[in-house]
């Protein structure tokens, strides 16, 4: 796992056990399994492809709870620029594939980066919340 070792510690990765689409399908189903909406896909190894380029496969999923983030987005309208969360499914340059998303202290840094406590409890909970969420998509997924 090449570059690993200059990679955030606040993102999650984990291997997963299935092909790169089997992968994205199940994310996305566990996904809206654990409460979350699925915006929208964001493919970078076809945006590649239209400009003559290659990639192994690389694909955003943008997920969110428009019940919780709009609330958040009328207190603090910039939050929508960092929100929803994003998961991405990718494959390396020797076929392994991988699910990666931030965890609940980057999570807690995007919400302090626009003003809410960053010393608050309730907002680490809510994060932790999140990543929970993410995590166990991702373990439905990879499994």
């Known amino acids: ?3 690993f070792a200059q990679a955030a510690t606040d993102l ?3 291997q997963s ?3 790169f689409e089997i992968t994205l399908d199940h994310l996305e189903t566990a996904v809206k399994e654990n409460g979350l909406k699925v915006f929208t896909r964001l493919d970078h190894a076809a945006a590649a492809k239209t400009v003559g380029l290659e990639m192994p496969p690389a694909t955003v999923l943008v997920v969110g709870s428009p019940q919780g983030g709009t609330p958040l987005f009328l207190q603090h309208p910039m939050l ?3 929100l929803p969360l994003k998961m991405l499914v990718w494959q390396d340059q020797a076929g392994k594939v991988y699910v990666s998303y931030n ?3 980057y999570i807690s840094a995007v ?3 626009h003003g809410f406590d960053a010393n608050s409890d309730k907002l680490y ?3 932790k919340g999140l990543e929970s969420k993410l995590a166990a998509a991702t373990d439905a997924a990879i499994g």
């Open 1 to 3: 796992m090449a570059g």
């Open 12 to 14: 999650v990765t984990k």
């Open 17 to 19: 056990a299935h092909h």
């Open 80 to 82: 929508a620029i960092d």
């Open 103 to 105: 965890d609940a202290t």
């Open 111 to 113: 919400f302090a980066r």
């Open 125 to 127: 909970a809510a994060a």
